[in-house]
């Protein structure tokens, strides 16, 4: 193939991969975006009807809670004097108050009085029996009732939906011992849903959910998807569906709302458009560039490949290309010339950085040596100087020397981790396993850091049974894992926090048995995208309130180390605003073991 063919077909490649791409990124970007905005519009139409549906119960509740608490009504409950039925519950106060039925049990559970009406063909009607099962002796709809003396929900008669709320009878100044209950229920018929589409300002109807194959599939679907599933039908309409739990906290009814796709159909629609204008331009385009590459640069750029090809086909990084000319080809050239020379570089550099990582570990090892002996003698001085100094007239001398001590502290703390790390990398660290009464090292770990969480102001509590079993542990690095999760809990945790230490003993997979040791605080948390670097090395969140707290970002790392080399297992449970917990596992000692 010639090379103005080749380049015409390399150029019509080039525009239909460039037109595929741009399809495949407006699809999968745009449109992604398009279906997310009518998804997050679906998910409030969703909301807003929930919220129409909690606003009819909150508005039965209220009803129900000023009837209940009403001397009359405590009086009727015990007397059952029919006058207060006739003189409070006729038919104009069903519709009045948008009710179905509406039941009054004495204290003994009996029924002293039920009515039920239609509000469509405003006439009364009979209490369904299903209602009386609910209400009757040995049911669990009473046994709903919470500490402030009421409960309400949704409850299905058969295949009718209806909210409900029962309410404990009282009198006004809602003191005394209940004197029966009030129950009042409201159908989820059509009027009601037309209420909550007004409220809600969406089209919704509603499912019941049976002991079939379908609600079963609908159900588990809805809740992989966070407890609202969206489905879309075709290219015009989305369903939303979501799930109410009845007055007895288990799933009934699914909500489905209907929303129409008008911001996808924009969407796709500009799209079309984009796509459109992009390849009348592109042809456009393409035919001018065919015209300027036939008289100026085709064969030049020819003898350019050819080159290229050649250098590609050959291993030996010394060919250089030759062009003939002085242009922007000729730097092109260059630039090649010089990236030959860069990869014959790199190759020689690639085999000295191998080197050079090989040797970081004993590097980190020697200064961190190195320099522990003398920062160790700087805080000895400092400590007998400010000693000496404390009595004298110039109270600045102490605080400065404080400084350094403070200073030296860390920079000997930033050293031991440093030198562990260089430890546990070279297979340094040799454990002295022995049996470990569990109980006692927790308390010598918890008492050593007492004084630190009680200048905090916080609270440290332990919980362990001195009757634990013994685990096969190195007593010092089992001391330092402590420390290192309990100077983490404090540092982390509010003035007037909680920390708290616990072990017990769990179960492995093939019978075995370990002991796990939790360490939880209040303190700030970590955020999702910082949970899975938690242990890496020198990690520190970019969060203020933790950058200002000193730290390495290697505590965690050389502790979970440690607690792999003991044959454990290291885990948390964090969330932001609220505290962590960390859990180890260590095992037992047997006898026997090595």
């Known amino acids: 193939m010639s090379l103005r063919r080749r380049t015409a077909f390399l150029l019509s490649l080039t525009i239909v991969s460039a037109l595929a791409v741009l399809y495949f990124v407006l699809s999968e970007i745009l449109l992604k975006s398009f279906a997310d905005l009518e998804e997050q519009e ?15 119960l909150d508005n039965l509740q209220s009803t129900t809670s000023d009837y209940a608490h009403w001397d009359d009504m405590a009086n009727f409950a015990v007397t059952g004097d029919q006058a207060f039925i006739e003189n409070n519950f006729y038919n104009e106060t069903f519709a009045n108050l948008s009710l179905n039925f509406v039941l009054i049990l004495n204290e003994a559970g009996d029924i002293v009085y039920e ?10 009607i009979p209490v369904p029996q299903g209602l009386h099962d609910h209400l009757s002796d040995g049911s669990i709809l009473p046994d709903t009732i919470d500490s402030t003396g009421g409960a309400g929900g949704i409850l299905i008669l058969g295949e009718v939906p209806l ?27 059509e009027n009601a849903v037309a209420r909550i589409e007004a409220l809600s300002q969406t089209e919704l109807t509603f499912q019941l959910l049976g002991d079939n194959e379908d609600s079963h599939a609908l159900l588990s679907a809805i809740n992989e998807d966070g407890g609202i599933l969206f489905r879309r039908q075709n290219e015009e309409l989305l369903m939303g569906y979501a799930v109410l739990d009845d007055v007895y906290n288990k799933p009934a009814l699914v909500i489905q709302v209907e929303t129409s796709r008008d911001i996808y159909q924009r969407g796709l629609a500009g799209i079309r458009l984009t796509l459109g204008m992009v390849v009348v331009i592109s042809l456009i385009f393409a035919t001018l560039f065919m015209i300027i590459l036939e008289g100026f640069l085709l064969r030049r750029i020819g003898h350019l490949i050819g080159q290229v090809i050649a250098i590609r086909d050959t291993p030996n990084l010394s060919y250089r290309i030759a062009l003939e000319g002085k242009d922007e080809l000729n730097r092109v050239a260059d630039s090649i010339n010089e990236m030959l020379e860069s990869l014959a570089t790199s190759r020689t550099e690639k085999a000295n950085a191998e080197a050079a990582n090989r040797a970081k570990s004993k590097l980190l090892g020697f200064i961190s040596h190195e320099l522990k002996t003398p920062l160790s003698a700087i805080s000895l ?28 502290r860390r920079m000997e703390n930033l050293i031991k981790d440093l030198l562990d790390l260089s430890r546990l990398e070279s297979g340094e660290v040799q454990l002295k396993v022995e049996p470990i009464g569990l109980s006692l090292l927790l308390y010598e770990a918890t008492d050593s850091m007492s004084e630190v969480f009680r200048v905090k102001k916080q609270r440290l509590t332990l919980s362990a049974s001195h009757d634990l079993p013994p685990v096969r542990a190195d007593r010092e690095r089992l001391i330092q894992i402590m420390l290192n999760l309990l100077s983490n809990a404090h540092k982390y945790t509010p003035e007037e926090g909680e920390i708290k230490v616990m072990a017990q003993i769990v179960g492995l997979p093939e019978t075995k048995q370990a002991v796990q040791v939790l360490v939880q605080d209040t303190g700030i948390g970590l955020e999702p995208g910082e949970q899975m670097k938690v242990f890496e090395k020198f990690f520190r969140s970019a969060r203020p309130e933790v950058r200002q707290t000193p730290g390495t970002g290697l505590g965690l790392h050389i502790t979970r180390s440690l607690i792999e080399m003991h044959e454990g297992e290291i885990w948390f449970e964090s969330i932001k605003g609220q505290g962590t917990t960390f859990y180890f596992t260590l095992p037992l000692y047997t006898n026997g073991t090595e």
Do not use: K
């Not at 679906?42 to 009819?56: D, K, S, V």
């Not at 009878?169 to 989820?188: C, D, F, K, W, Y």
């Not at 400092?382 to 605080?399: F, V, Y």
């Open 42 to 56: 679906a998910r409030q139409a969703e909301t807003r009807a929930i919220n129409a549906i909690n606003e009819l």
């Open 115 to 124: 009515q039920g009406y239609d509000l469509n063909r405003e006439i009364a």
């Open 163 to 189: 909210l409900i709320y029962l309410r404990s009878i009282t009198n006004s100044l809602r003191e005394g011992p209940a004197q029966g209950t009030l129950v009042m229920a409201r159908l989820l018929d």
């Open 381 to 408: 001085n400092a400590e007998i100087l400010m000693e000496t100094l404390t009595s004298t007239p110039n109270e600045r001398i102490p605080r400065y020397l404080n400084h350094i001590l403070s200073s030296t």
